[in-house]
T-cell receptor, first 112, second 112 residues
């Protein structure tokens, strides 16, 4: 079974803090994704990584950055957290030749 | 504009009462349509991929079908453990292979 894990299930941070969310997959997938999920808006893509050190901006990259130094690990960084970044953050991965994404359990981030 | 609409937003069924969930899409070319199940506070779990009109896939009590404008997720004789939010996503063929458009989901509650 594909396994995608995320570093925290719940996280509470203060406005202005730098926040790191980590995602690890164990299936040697080339592609990895970061989404946020908000009620009534569906999943929105923040960043996508083709492979190690490769990244592409998604639909809502403002206020976020990413890092992919190893194939199995994809990190999402909130440089200076704001209250409008309170959300559920979901990581996903897939093989380069497949279209099915496999998601992690999510991190519910609250910024106060 | 590429768009995915799921209906109904919420559905309550009695155990054993079969029904269908709808995913309507407007895209300029379809690379694939995906169904996911999401339990509260968890990440989406992949169910099916459909690629072309007329295609059908089944898994236990679930059957997904695809036409040129919509997909249906049929649930036969549901059980309480089928209660979840069901998400539909499409991948337009005219966008990069990392682009997915997600619907906002149908929240299904099956009563014992």
């Amino acid at each position: 079974d594909v396994k995608v894990t995320q570093s925290s299930r719940y996280l509470v941070k203060r406005t202005g803090e730098k926040v790191f969310l980590e995602c690890v997959q164990d299936m040697d997938h080339e592609n990895m994704f970061w989404y946020r999920q908000d009620p009534g808006l569906g999943l929105r893509l923040i960043y996508f990584s083709y492979d190690v050190k490769m990244k592409e901006k998604g639909d809502i990259p403002e206020g976020y950055s990413v890092s992919r130094e190893k194939k199995e690990r994809f990190s999402l960084i909130l440089e200076s957290a704001s209250t409008n970044q309170t959300s559920m953050y979901l990581c996903a991965s897939r093989y380069i030749r497949d279209y099915e994404q496999y998601f992690g359990p999510g991190t519910r981030l609250t910024v106060t | 504009e590429d768009q995915v609409t799921q209906s109904p937003e919420a559905l309550r069924l009695q155990e054993g009462e079969s029904s269908s969930l709808n995913c309507s899409y407007t895209v300029s070319g379809l690379r694939g349509l995906f169904w996911y199940r999401q339990d509260p506070g968890k990440g989406p779990e992949f169910l099916f991929t459909l690629y072309s009109a007329g295609e059908e896939k089944e898994k236990e009590r679930l059957k997904a079908t695809l036409t040129k404008k919509e997909s249906f997720l049929h649930i036969t004789a549901p059980k309480p453990e089928d209660s979840a939010t069901y998400l539909c996503a499409v991948q337009p063929s005219t966008s990069g292979t990392y682009k997915y458009i997600f619907g906002t989901g149908t929240r299904l509650k099956v009563l014992a």
